[in-house]
């Protein structure tokens, strides 16, 4: 990461203040020092200063519209426009191939060396790559080099100024997203919806089989406290209760008393 981002200080700022007081020539060459200072890839609040935006009266005007190339623009729209421009000095150069990479990866995340070279008006490969590495550890872009396929790779890049035309067309996306979101979100309040009253189902149903457990052995245990009235009665007792009278019984109380008489001597 650069130096100005590790140190938390936006390097555009030094020049927003120097230009509440610049005016004409002063104001031509701080448009200067911004597009040529490194680690500056946003103009938007320069660009908004009022004694900047008085350069597009006079006949500093073509330093107003650079700003704007840089600003928005990429190297195919400077080199249309190249007439009515100032001549960019190397490290204006520079930072417009930079800017440009990262235009280009907006729009896709595999960029195509041969679609590099076209853009950035390059002539051969080993100066395309020495600029993609450049714009790596500037920490423009993260992304790698993919030598084998012949393309760069981006996984994310920095944010560039926004044309002020191109304000209600971010509006309408952002509010599709918000609807999005929405929509999502109603969806997750319904499965929540769903899974409660099913949770409560389920916690319910519980409840009463618990209870209907609990109400059977209840039953059981009652059941088996109850005594068996044949079954506690003494094996003695049943059989004096069951069993008739002996009839031998009677006939040998009968023998017994006529013996008596039978075995009496006679006087």
């Known amino acids: 990461m650069s130096s100005e981002k590790q140190g938390g200080i936006n390097p555009l700022e030094q020049f927003v203040l120097l230009a509440k007081s610049a005016k004409g020539a002063a104001a031509v060459e701080l448009v200067k020092q911004a597009l040529e200072a490194p680690g500056v890839y946003v103009f938007g609040e320069l660009l908004d200063m009022p004694n ?3 350069l ?3 006949p500093s005007a073509p330093y107003l519209n650079l700003m704007n190339v840089f600003a928005y623009g990429t190297c195919k729209e400077y080199e249309e426009h190249k007439d009515s421009l100032p001549e960019l000095t190397p490290p204006m150069l520079t930072k417009l191939r930079h800017l440009t990479i990262v235009s ?7 960029i195509p060396y041969p679609v590099l070279l076209t853009e950035l008006k390059l002539k051969n490969l080993r100066e395309l790559e020495d600029l993609i590495i450049e714009v790596i550890y500037a920490d423009i872009i993260h992304g790698k080099l993919d030598q084998k396929n012949q393309q760069l790779e981006v996984d994310s890049a920095i944010g560039r100024d926004i044309r002020p035309e191109q304000v209600g067309e971010i509006i309408t996306v952002l509010q599709d997203w918000c609807d999005s979101c929405d929509s999502v979100l109603r969806g997750v309040d319904a499965q ?3 899974a409660n009253v099913s949770k409560d189902t ?6 009463r089989i618990e209870q209907e457990v609990a109400n059977i052995k ?5 059941t088996q406290q109850v005594p068996d009235t044949d079954e506690s ?4 007792s049943r059989e004096q209760v069951e069993m008739p009278p002996s009839k031998k019984s009677s006939k ?3 023998l017994r008393g006529s013996g008596g008489k039978f075995w009496k001597s006679s006087s």
């Open 202 to 207: 389920n916690v319910k149903m519980q409840q």
């Open 52 to 54: 900047i935006q008085e």
């Open 192 to 194: 929540i919806t769903k």
């Open 104 to 110: 280009l990866a907006t729009k896709s995340k595999c």
């Open 252 to 254: 040998t109380k009968g």
């Open 56 to 58: 597009s009266t006079g």
């Open 218 to 222: 209840k039953t059981l245990k009652s």
């Open 233 to 236: 009665m003494p094996p003695d």
